[in-house]
Nanobody
Framework: QVHLVESGGGLVQPGGSLRLSCAASGTIFSINTMGWFRQAPGKERELVARTFSSAATKYADSVKGRFTISRDNAKKTVLLEMNRLKPEDTAVYYC?????????WGQGTQVTVSS
């Protein structure tokens, strides 16, 4: 059983910053990828950023240059630093871990960017 617990969401003004964190626990033999997805009301869930076991990273075009993802393999945590936030970044953000062909998801944390 794998559990992902997110924290760090909240309300921020446009141009502000937030940091999301996710901690994985349980029996995890290997981690292929860890990352963040988001889902805004009425929209499909989309990839925000992802880290690979090779240490490579991938970002959605809409967040490149503003968001930074980092991962600590020993602690099984992944962070998402979000800067210069925009109203269109408002969504529920979900932590994701992909291991041995299985996707695991956190419960989600709300990020609202509004003045």
């Amino acid at each position: 059983q794998v559990h992902l617990v997110e924290s760090g969401g909240g309300l921020v003004q446009p141009g502000g910053s937030l940091r999301l964190s996710c901690a994985a626990s349980g029996t995890i033999f290997s981690i292929n990828t860890m990352g963040w997805f988001r889902q805004a009301p009425g929209k499909e869930r989309e990839l925000v950023a992802r880290t690979f076991s090779s240490a490579a990273t991938k970002y959605a075009d809409s967040v490149k240059g503003r968001f930074t993802i980092s991962r600590d393999n020993a602690k099984k945590t992944v962070l998402l630093e979000m800067n210069r936030l925009k109203p269109e970044d408002t969504a529920v953000y979900y932590c994701n871990l992909f291991s041995r062909g299985v996707d695991y998801w956190g419960q989600g944390t709300q990020v609202t960017v509004s003045s």
